[in-house]
């Protein structure tokens, strides 16, 4: 908390005796606004661990808080304070901030709530209406990752790509600009970061055919102060920056018609101390290398970290994770800063678990490598050149020929959004990993699409094959676990072993606790020396939000958000039920010891019956309309038509049996809950061919249900 010093109080005292009962004075409102964080208290902030000021807490996103009040020796008194239902259904992904008093977060739809801290009660809402067609474009579900806070306003990254400043004391708009062109499939999730009154926010999109770029926003006018792309445009017009021009010499073919992807679309990391803004570069789009720079080579500065200026965007320095990335191994995962002896001697450094299961540490100075190893089990690269700095492929990594081939991270990736945290007590850092492959094809030929994902790769070669064992062996194969690594030493600590992966970010604090929420719906605390499990909850629905500490009034409280969704549930299909079998209900949860507040049951649900027309349609058209929802219906409806449990499953529609179907498809008449007309690019006997693919998919569930194969409704 911040305190004016004595002396300060009694002028203002003075002051505001002499003209009267106007009110605070400014500079004494300027100490009691809500939202007042600046740099000075950011960098600062572990002289008010009470307060969680920015996204990762500190400039530095290490997740970890200095509280411990609550501590491995209380843990188990922890209670439930209060809870906020949210009003949304998807999946909620944000860390909330808490200044002063107050929490600050955001929901899916990029809605955001203010509350107070210790009761809950509600201050205010902000929905920015995002149009519900948009989410259309959204690879990953309508998720958000919080807010930034800065001189008393609230800044926002919205779904359809605008970035708003809020006043932090009422929700009231102060400014909304549009961060991106409308004509291209961007979406903004992750939360921006704002370093010496600029307001750093970029986007997603590179299933969708966006190029990827991030910006700096006035904070007090909303006027763009710069942009870097992050990989190069069409080279026959003039290159935005020097870097660029060098980057292109990286790319073959006609990347630039494609867009080329590498998104920074979470990870965006200021180091006050060198004066350097950190990015994670996304995926390539199309993911396939083979159609977005068929000629081969890097791809800069796709899957990379890069170093900017900012003040002014320049590039500084690079550092690319995977070369010629085609397996939508994304680096945009949380970047960590941390100064650690290595050798005896201290290094500043940065931790990074991207997508492709390696763990980096670089020297954030210079961005040069100091180790990599795989920190769960990898197939695509056998280790990292240290001369070279470049990952070493195995033989399957590029799916070479003609049948799928097995790599191990998918896209989903080792590692994901769900962000890690660093505990300086213990060395270690904390790492939601997931263990899950995909089987990479390359399709014959690639025609880029409005309405579809951009993958370049086969989806009918990565569905879930319906013969029993293999389903079994697959579903086997995949799982997740909560990693405590050591950074210096490159080995694991200890590791808790989960059913499956797209299990909850991580918060180590001082009490010797980390915390963890699970895909299975529980809300977690171990030993951060040990991995002992000392507490655990029922959280109703599963938890893949980072948690954070604070505390109000000298009482420490945990918080997370709850609520099951996100990519992996609403395109892995039955994969998603490896995790646990949770609804989504959407909600904050605040805990503290003693605390009393008792969650409502949750209402039993009526189990839904498949009762499909019967199959008759030829297999040739199941067939095509098998190849049609998997690359346009699976991304939400889930992979082979089961659904994940967050979108509606096809399987048991009752516009099987009925033209609904059509009206929906085609004519668009549920755009107001997201689900928009294709009829640009498919026609009645596509739909026609979709549907007749679920019904025969339905009645072989319902077959597989009736001989005890198990189906999970
Ligand atoms: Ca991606």
Redesign the pocket.
């Known amino acids: 908390m911040f305190r004016p010093r004595a002396g300060v109080l009694v002028m203002v005292a003075v002051l505001v005796a002499g003209v009267g009962c106007r009110g605070p004075s400014s500079s004494e409102s300027a100490r009691t606004k809500p939202a007042d964080v600046d740099g000075a208290r950011i960098v600062n902030a572990d002289r008010e661990p009470g307060n969680w000021m920015t996204h990762g807490r500190t400039y530095s996103e290490q997740r970890f808080s200095p509280l411990k009040q609550i501590n491995q020796g209380n843990v188990g008194q922890l209670g439930l304070a209060w809870y906020y239902d949210l009003d949304t259904h998807r999946g909620q992904e944000a860390t909330p901030l808490v200044v002063d008093g107050v929490m600050y977060f955001t929901t899916a739809w990029s809605k955001v709530v203010a509350v107070n801290a210790a009761t809950g009660a509600l201050l205010w809402t902000y929905d920015p209406k995002v149009p519900p067609e948009w989410g259309v474009n959204a690879?990953?579900d309508v998720v958000n990752r919080g807010v930034a806070a800065w001189k008393g306003k609230l800044f926002l990254g919205t779904l359809d790509g605008r970035l708003v400043a809020l006043d932090a004391a009422t929700g009231k708009v102060i400014w909304d600009k549009l961060t991106i062109d409308p004509n291209y499939r961007y979406t903004i999730t992750g939360a921006p970061r704002v370093v010496k009154g600029k307001v750093i926010i970029g986007n997603?999109g590179?299933?969708m055919g966006v190029r990827g770029y991030v910006s700096a926003y006035d904070a007090d006018t909303g006027s763009m102060v710069w942009r870097f792309y992050t990989v190069p445009g069409d080279p026959s017009k003039p290159f935005e920056s020097p870097i660029l021009e060098k980057a292109a010499k990286t790319w073959t073919g006609e990347w630039w018609k494609l867009g080329g992807?590498g998104?920074v679309?979470d990870s965006i990391v200021y180091d006050p101390e060198l004066d350097l803004l950190y990015i994670g570069v996304?995926?390539g789009?199309p993911?396939n290398q083979r159609f977005r720079s068929p000629g081969g080579g890097d791809n800069l500065f796709l899957s990379s970290i890069v170093a900017l200026k900012p003040d002014t965007g320049e590039y500084v320095w690079h550092y690319q994770e995977t070369p010629g990335e085609m397996w939508?191994y994304?680096a945009?995962q949380q970047i960590t800063l941390a100064d650690i002896t290595i050798n005896g001697q201290i290094r500043k450094v940065l931790f990074h678990a991207p997508?492709n299961g390696f763990f980096y540490v670089l020297d954030r100075t210079t961005g040069t490598l100091i180790s990599a190893k795989p920190c769960t089990y990898v197939n695509w690269a056998t280790g990292v050149d240290m001369k070279t700095g470049r990952p070493i492929e195995t033989g399957i990594a590029r799916y070479p020929g003609d049948n799928p081939a097995p790599v191990v991270p998918g896209?989903l990736g080792a590692h994901s959004w769900q962000p890690m945290s660093f505990s300086p007590q213990t060395g270690l850092v904390y790492i939601p990993v997931n263990d899950v492959g995909f089987l990479y094809k390359s399709v014959a030929r690639f025609e880029p699409k409005k309405l579809a994902a951009n993958w370049g790769i086969d989806p009918v070669a990565v569905g879930m094959p319906q013969d029993p064992k293999i389903k079994k062996a697959i579903l086997d194969s995949i799982k997740g676990k909560l990693v405590a690594w050591d950074p210096v030493q490159q080995k694991q600590a200890w590791a808790i072993e989960r059913p499956g992966p797209w299990n909850g970010g991580t918060l180590a604090t001082a009490g010797n606790l980390v915390f963890e929420g699970t895909a299975g719906g529980r809300f977690e605390a171990y030993r951060a020396d040990s991995g002992e499990k000392i507490w655990s909850f029922d959280a109703q629905t599963g938890v893949m939000a980072g948690p954070v500490a604070y505390a109000v009034n000298g009482e420490q409280y945990l918080a997370v958000e709850a609520g099951w969704g996100g990519v992996f549930p609403l395109v892995t299909g039955e994969v998603a039920f490896k995790s646990g079998q949770v609804r989504n209900v959407s909600r904050m949860l605040v805990f503290k010891l003693g605390g009393k507040a008792k969650l409502p049951p949750l209402p039993e649900v009526e189990p839904p019956k498949l009762n499909p027309p019967a199959s008759t349609a030829s297999a040739a058209t199941i067939h095509k309309g098998e190849a049609i929802f998997q690359r346009y219906c699976s991304v939400c409806h889930g992979d082979v038509a089961v659904g994940g449990g967050v979108l509606p499953d096809l399987r048991y529609s009752d516009t099987l049996a009925s033209d609904g179907w059509f009206y929906v498809v085609l004519g668009g008449i549920l755009q107001q809950n997201g689900m928009v007309s294709f009829k640009k690019e498919l026609s009645h006997e596509d739909a026609a061919a979709i549907r007749a693919y679920v019904i025969f998919r339905a009645n072989q569930s319902k077959g597989e249900a009736e001989n005890g194969a198990g189906s999970h409704h």
Do not use: F, I, L, V
Request: hydrophobic share 25%.
């Open positions: 690879c990953c997603g590179a299933e992807g998104t679309w996304g995926n789009s993911w939508d994304t945009a997508k896209p």
